[in-house]
């Protein structure tokens, strides 16, 4: 069993060995630490090599990394050291925009002490103390190059072990199943706009993308375009609204998930239609143009992308703007011993890794069963039909992700009556599945109504939260911000009462 980088390989070691079907697990690991995009990475002094403009193509090769000193050496007290990092889209002071309670592992408490929205320094901590029990699996600062079928089925995955030099030992591995959990944050997607590659040129580092953001302080006194109003876009664009010059252009083609209220010193405007290079001008859509534009940030989310993957017939990556000839999201149709977690988006990440992990894991040790290709394939042309071919393919926006974990938790559980199987595991299981003698396999979480109302509140849980200002600190709880379940409930219970 392989698997590559991310949150998925710390979420599906944990499933697969409370199977006990498994002789060897592998994860392959690039950075020298677990945590995936998590792990902070200062912009290097150079220009970013993987910055684009525009950046069109989700086949952009492997991630190089950036060489830097590692502070171990301070802690442990030995010779200072070099490593390898990988540029992430973390900036300096992003926190969740899910609250604590709703996005955390199902059998590891937040510490109590954590802010309701914790900063990302607080889920690298959290990550690395659920990552303590499959550390032993991992095989760290190892990219993968190759992974491909065997003409007799089983894959061949071909590593290399990074190094300064880049030379370093490229080695090949046989796996029965592989599961690709490299996320999908890696390729920025800058759409090719008219002008735009002649106004980067003429204005060089003017425009770039939320991957490369670190804090707002880089555009102060600037006259600022941040296009796209998701997430990342709307944290961000609050961040450099109070430091550019005023107002900050919000320039989007559909309405925010997240709530995003209307100020003085925020301009909203439709997409950019083309960039003038005379006087640093920008035309909009409406007809509107802004001359004097000092820098436009991209927070236009990412492709798709898997290099290693480039031999699969038929293939899962074409345009990036989704991972196609899969069934639920997840399995490779062609041969389904290839898996694929958390691509979805629009979603919480922790709780869907944890489902789509026990799917994954009893799937392949045979206590759960796929239907036809042919079936799979009618999933597929379903999902298309009703979300598009694009980019909207993989959002599972609320209720959906919600109903989504809860299928995968039926489907993950109805396993639990078969027969048990033969098994040749070869590593400890977790001591939950132990207690329980004859016990197979791990529960994966499930959502009751309190998740539901929490999930559906949220941008607004969030909202709340941001207004405290720097009190936020010390807000803890949804209580703490002014959200009950439970004086919810009560109210909902008066009112069916009232009713009666």
Known sequence: MGLQS????????????????????????QRSTVGGIWNYMPLPSSDPKDLAVPQTNPHAGKDEPIWRHSNAGKVLGQQEKEEAAFMTPLYDRLETNIPRGLMGFS?????????????????????????????????????????????????????QCVTRDGLGEIEEHDFDAVVVASGHFNVPYIPQVPGIEDWSQAYSGS??????????????????????????????????????????????????????????????????????????????????????????LYCTGYFYSFPFLESLEPPVITTGERVENLYLHIFYQANPSLAFPVLSQKIIPFPLAEAQGAAIARVFSGRLSLPT???????????????????????????????YINMLHDWSLSANHKQGHAHHGNGAVNGEDQAVAGRIGKEPPYWGEKEYWTRERFPAIKKAFQQFGEERHSKRTLEDVGFSFEEWKKEKQGQSKGLS
């Open 6 to 29: 991310n949150i998925g390989t710390i979420v599906l070691p944990r499933y697969l060995l409370a199977e006990r079907a498994f002789s060897r697990i592998t994860v392959f690991e």
């Open 107 to 159: 059998d590891l408490a937040w510490p109590e002490d954590c802010q309701l929205f914790p900063k990302h320094e607080a889920v690298l901590e959290y990550i690395e103390r659920y990552a303590e029990d499959v550390r032993h699996l991992i095989r760290f600062s190892t990219q993968v190059l190759d992974v491909r079928l065997e003409p007799g089925g089983g894959w061949k995955v071909k590593t």
């Open 207 to 296: 425009i770039s993308h939320s991957k490369f953001y670190r804090k707002p302080e880089d555009y102060a006194g600037k006259k600022v375009i941040v296009v796209g109003n998701s997430a990342s876009g709307i944290d961000i664009g609050a961040q450099i609204q109070e430091v550019c010059k005023s107002p900050l252009l919000m320039s989007s083609k559909s309405e925010p998930s997240l709530i995003n209220d209307a100020t003085a010193s925020k301009l909203d405007k439709p997409p950019i239609a083309e960039f003038i290079t005379k006087d640093r001008r920008v035309r909009f859509e409406d007809g509107s143009v802004e001359s004097g534009v000092d820098a436009v």
């Open 373 to 403: 290709e042919s079936e799979m394939k009618t999933w597929e042309y379903g999902v298309k039909h009703e979300m598009g071919s694009g980019r909207e393919f993989h959002v599972l926006t609320f209720p959906r992700d919600a109903d």
